[in-house]
């Protein structure tokens, strides 16, 4: 069975960073694409990071652009999202997900069958 739990998250003031983190089991994410998405409150789920599966290019939302970072930890086989500069409205709920990667990433809804619980994220101003 397929199963992603995230962890990393936290409460930072604005202009702080995190490390989030994604593991599977019953899943290799060396092999397939992966990706973040954001849900924030009271709004839907959205695409910000993903990242190839043997190419590694990367790609993301314009608001993640330049602060954001996803990678590939082989070593202990997860897939992390480095944030900086985080902003009031980078609050929320981060999910990891395997998924396509390309530049429609950005927003991107995606209906899939094994969400995590996810790990939350909240900055204060």
């Known amino acids: 069975q397929v199963q992603f739990v995230e962890s990393g998250g936290g409460s930072v003031q604005s202009g702080g960073s995190l490390r989030l983190s994604c593991v599977a089991s019953?899943?290799?994410?060396?092999?397939?694409?992966m990706a973040w998405f954001r849900q924030a409150p009271g709004k839907e789920r959205e695409g910000i990071a993903c990242i190839g599966d043997k190419s590694g290019i990367t790609y993301y939302s314009d608001d993640a652009l330049g602060r954001f970072t996803i990678y590939r930890s082989y070593a202990d086989n997860t897939v992390n999202l480095r944030m900086i500069n985080l902003k009031p409205e980078d609050t929320g709920t981060y999910f990891c997900?395997?998924?396509?990667?390309?530049?429609?990433?950005?927003?991107?809804?995606?209906?899939?069958?094994?969400w995590g619980q996810g790990t939350r994220v909240n900055v204060s101003s």
């Open positions: 997900a395997t998924r396509f990667c390309d530049s429609s990433i950005g927003g991107a809804r995606y209906d899939y069958h094994y």
């Open positions: 019953g899943f290799d994410m060396d092999n397939y694409p």
